[in-house]
Structure formats: C-alpha cells, structure tokens
C-alpha cells in the first residue's frame, strides 16, 4: 500500500532555515522522506514506535551535500496509517562535517 504523506508546516519552515542547504537539497529531502515513508511507513511504525502501543513513531533521514552530512530526526503522526495518511509532525537536525 502507498500511503499520502503530509508534512506540516512547521516542518516545512524548520528545513527552510537550516543553514548550508540550497534549495535543490530542500527539494531532495522532502522527495526522499515522501518516497521512503509512502512506501514503507507501515514498517516504520513497528520498528520504531514513540512508545509501546503509540500511533506516532521516529523517522532518521540522512542527507550528505559534498562537505555536510544533515542527520534529520523526524517524528511522524501514523493515527490515520488505515486511512492511508501519515503526518510528519516533527523534525530536528544534527549537522556533521562530512571530512
């Protein structure tokens, strides 16, 4: 099953003033997250759930520009997984050099 995924808004603004991406890398993440999750989100939520039992589960994407290594840690809202959509309520990021 493909699932519609949804990313909020303030997780759209959260990439937007992470410093060092250009716009392509934006455009790159938010592809790579949607591919990823509408595929296998189901899958995710049972191998890394918030908590025991919970509806929303943890999400790592990485992204590697040529000097920058971008860790994404995401938390997506899975409550309506049976309805086909899945939020992406949360996102933080942890930047590394990549040399």
Do not use: N, W
């Given at each position: ?43 995710f ?53 990549s040399?």
């Open positions: 099953m493909r699932y519609h995924v949804e990313l909020v808004a303030l997780v759209r603004e959260y990439l937007e003033q992470v410093e060092g991406l250009t716009d392509d890398d934006r455009a790159a993440i938010v592809d790579g997250v949607i591919e990823e999750l509408s595929r296998d989100a189901d899958r939520l049972a191998l890394r759930p918030l908590a025991h039992e919970s509806f929303c589960f943890l999400y790592d994407y990485p992204h590697l520009t040529e000097k920058t290594l971008y860790d994404f840690d995401f938390v997506v809202d899975a409550q309506h997984l049976e309805m086909g959509v899945v939020r992406v309520v949360y996102v933080e990021c942890t930047v590394k050099p040399r």
